[in-house]
């Protein structure tokens, strides 16, 4: 749907102004001719010759750098344009837009443009949820500008709220919907009701494509405690974000989630269930309970592969130079579930140091997974307790997909959206 549009993407200056990159460039993938204003603030979180590389095109920041003769440039993109879109959109610019204000390049363009408008608002929470924001917003949606709505989650600021921008292959997916829906001739009607529904729905709406509405995703995150005594226990490293992510990002998709947590280190997603557990043996009885109800079952969890035979009631006095401890096997998880499944999509993960792809397919294998989640931990960047991951994602006929180094939130929706189609696909 988007070879040959011409979209201007406004680009302002709030830090998620970095995922421009990835929007840009796959808008182009998609066929789209990408035209970039960037405030003068935007140019402080991301270059102008990264986005002119990715896009082929001049990106412009000042109103008065007129390259052209021929043409005044801020009315030549306002007339070319078969969709302005604005991401990031922060309060400042959505302020602007609201009362008319047009004293940069991208107000002055937005003002003189006929085209649809678009924009994916991104700030902290609570400057999304300030009165005078939520008036420009609905000022703006009375007047016909489109509005894909933000994200929850932890934001750059540390506060976990609203105010996310959403992914960029979600707006990317968007934009598609909605050059489908203003070319009627060719989409079924049920297509179009289902772009009507789901797009976008001011303000108030959706602002996310719910590939997983309906859906009953369990996810498990962080480490499992196993006691040795009332102070001292086994654990891991694993820090609960990557389970987290996938939480927040199923819920983001429109699943009911539950999120069954063990040991962690970070804030846990709003608005899904968390059910908290400690040993391995109470996970499983946790997944156990939801496992006949769920639609998908992600299984992020770092579970300790023993447990002390014997756990004390009193704390251990030291009482010499060793002290030995009796391990023994706790229950596979994963395996288990394998072994029960019915209609359930199974996803595992395998962190490795070694050998990655050799272990990551043995493991599918021997556990009946659907997919299989696989890094290297080892890797900088990569694993415990880090914000970013780069996986490779296997099936049973091998490699789906290799993500390199990207956010953990990244990850989360690119595996939850091939999840979503193999189940589309499986119906």
Same mark, same amino acid.
């Given at each position: 749907?988007?070879?040959?549009?011409?979209?201007?993407?406004?680009?302002?200056?709030? +830090?998620?102004?970095?995922?421009?990159?990835?929007?840009?460039?796959?808008?182009?993938?998609?066929?789209?001719?990408?035209?970039?204003?960037?405030?003068?603030?935007?140019?402080?979180? +991301?270059?102008?010759?990264?986005?002119?590389?990715?896009?082929?095109?001049?990106?412009?920041?000042?109103?008065?750098?007129?390259?052209? @003769?021929?043409?005044?440039?801020?009315?030549?993109?306002?007339?070319?344009?078969?969709?302005?879109?604005?991401?990031?959109?922060?309060?400042?610019?959505?302020?602007?837009?609201?009362?008319? &204000?047009?004293?940069?390049?991208?107000?002055?363009?937005?003002?003189?443009?006929?085209?649809?408008?678009?924009?994916?608002?991104?700030?902290?929470?609570?400057?999304?949820?300030?009165?005078?924001?939520?008036?420009?917003?609905?000022?703006?949606?009375?007047?016909?500008?489109? &509005?894909?709505? @933000?994200?929850?989650?932890?934001?750059?600021?540390?506060?976990?709220?609203?105010?996310?921008?959403?992914?960029?292959?979600?707006?990317?997916?968007?934009?598609?919907?909605?050059?489908?829906?203003?070319?009627?001739?060719?989409?079924?009607?049920?297509?179009?009701?289902?772009?009507?529904?789901?797009?976008?729905?001011?303000?108030?709406?959706?602002?996310?494509?719910?590939?997983?509405?309906?859906?009953?995703?369990?996810? %498990?995150?962080?480490?499992?405690?196993?006691?040795?005594? @009332?102070?001292?226990?086994? %654990?891991?490293?694993?820090?609960? #974000?990557?389970?987290?992510?996938?939480?927040?990002?199923?819920?983001?998709?429109?699943?009911?989630?539950?999120?069954? &947590?063990?040991?962690?280190?970070?804030?846990?997603?709003?608005?899904?269930?968390?059910? @908290?557990?400690?040993?391995?043996?109470? &996970?499983?009885?946790?997944?156990?309970?939801?496992?006949?109800?769920?639609?998908?079952?992600?299984?992020?969890?770092?579970?300790?592969?023993?447990?002390?035979?014997?756990?004390?009631?009193?704390? +251990?006095?030291?009482?010499?130079?060793?002290?030995?401890?009796?391990?023994?096997?706790?229950?596979?998880?994963?395996?288990?579930?394998? #072994?029960?499944?019915?209609?359930?999509?199974?996803?595992?993960?395998?962190?490795? %140091?070694?050998?990655?792809?050799?272990?990551?397919?043995?493991?599918?294998?021997?556990?009946?997974?659907?997919?299989?989640?696989?890094?290297?931990?080892?890797?900088?960047?990569?694993?415990?307790?880090?914000? %970013?991951?780069?996986?490779? +994602?296997?099936?049973?006929?091998?490699?789906?997909?290799?993500?390199?180094?990207?956010?953990?939130?990244?990850?989360?929706?690119?595996?939850?959206?091939?999840?979503?189609?193999?189940?589309?696909?499986?119906?």
């Amino acid at each position: 749907m988007l070879n040959g549009k011409k979209i201007v993407l406004g680009v302002t200056g709030g +830090i998620a102004a970095y995922k421009a990159a990835t929007l840009c460039s796959k808008l182009v993938q998609k066929g789209a001719d990408v035209h970039v204003i960037m405030t003068a603030s935007a140019t402080q979180f +991301i270059t102008e010759l990264t986005l002119q590389t990715l896009t082929r095109n001049a990106v412009y920041t000042d109103t008065f750098d007129e390259r052209e @003769p021929a043409v005044v440039s801020h009315i030549n993109l306002a007339d070319l344009a078969d969709l302005v879109l604005v991401a990031p959109a922060t309060a400042n610019v959505i302020a602007k837009m609201a009362h008319g &204000m047009a004293d940069d390049m991208l107000t002055t363009t937005l003002l003189a443009t006929t085209a649809p408008v678009m924009i994916a608002p991104a700030m902290n929470v609570h400057m999304y949820d300030h009165p005078a924001v939520q008036h420009n917003m609905r000022l703006l949606d009375e007047r016909g500008t489109l &509005m894909i709505e @933000p994200g929850e989650g932890l934001l750059a600021c540390g506060y976990v709220g609203k105010g996310r921008l959403e992914e960029p292959e979600t707006i990317v997916e968007v934009v598609e919907r909605f050059f489908a829906q203003q070319d009627k001739a060719h989409v079924p009607q049920q297509d179009q009701d289902w772009v009507q529904s789901h797009l976008y729905d001011q303000v108030q709406g959706e602002g996310r494509t719910l590939l997983l509405k309906g859906k009953k995703v369990i996810v %498990t995150a962080g480490g499992t405690v196993e006691r040795i005594d @009332p102070v001292r226990y086994i %654990t891991n490293d694993s820090s609960g #974000k990557m389970g987290f992510a996938i939480a927040a990002a199923a819920r983001d998709l429109g699943a009911d989630v539950k999120l069954i &947590m063990g040991n962690t280190q970070a804030q846990p997603p709003v608005d899904v269930k968390i059910i @908290p557990v400690q040993s391995a043996q109470e &996970m499983y009885e946790a997944v156990s309970r939801e496992w006949e109800e769920s639609d998908i079952v992600i299984k992020a969890a770092a579970v300790a592969d023993y447990r002390p035979k014997e756990v004390y009631t009193e704390k +251990i006095k030291k009482k010499g130079d060793t002290l030995s401890l009796e391990l023994v096997k706790n229950i596979d998880i994963l395996e288990t579930l394998g #072994k029960q499944k019915t209609h359930q999509f199974l996803i595992g993960f395998a962190a490795e %140091t070694q050998s990655l792809e050799m272990y990551a397919r043995e493991k599918l294998k021997r556990k009946n997974c659907d997919l299989i989640v696989a890094n290297d931990v080892s890797r900088a960047g990569v694993g415990f307790g880090t914000d %970013t991951n780069a996986v490779m +994602i296997y099936d049973r006929n091998g490699l789906v997909e290799e993500l390199e180094l990207m956010s953990k939130e990244d990850v989360a929706h690119r595996l939850l959206r091939i999840a979503a189609e193999r189940i589309a696909g499986r119906n």
